[in-house]
């Protein structure tokens, strides 16, 4: 049984940082891509970021220099530092396990998710 377990979310202030994490089981980790999704409401859920298995890394461009992916194969854990937070960074962010088809990655085992909010 795959479980992803996400922890980290809060609430910060405009410019501040937040770091999550996501613990996963089940799964053979250091053979999984990983990434990041998110769901603000109102909103699709986007692909934040993702790393590949030999830590390769791919953002979407709203994050890109502010946000980093990493991942720890001996722990099975996967990290999204979140630098110079903004309130349209709110939102649920959700860790997944997934494969990547051609160089799309399509996620397949998800987390519960966890709530980040960036508000004054």
């Known amino acids: 049984q795959v479980q992803l377990v996400e922890s980290g979310g809060g609430l910060v202030q405009p410019g501040g940082s937040l770091r999550l994490s996501c613990a996963a089981s089940g799964i053979i980790f250091r053979y999984n891509p990983m990434g990041w999704c998110r769901q603000a409401p109102g909103k699709q859920r986007e692909l934040v970021a993702v790393?590949?298995?030999?830590?390769?890394?791919n953002y979407v461009d709203s994050v890109k220099g502010r946000f980093t992916i990493s991942r720890d194969n001996a722990k099975s854990t996967v990290y999204l530092q979140m630098n110079t937070l903004k309130p349209e960074d709110t939102a649920v962010y959700y860790c997944?396990?997934?494969?990547?088809?051609?160089?799309?990655?399509?996620?397949?085992?998800w987390g519960q998710g966890t709530q980040v909010t960036v508000s004054e």
């Open positions: 790393i590949s298995r030999s830590g390769s890394t």
């Open positions: 997944n396990a997934g494969r990547f088809i051609g160089s799309d990655y399509d996620p397949t085992y």
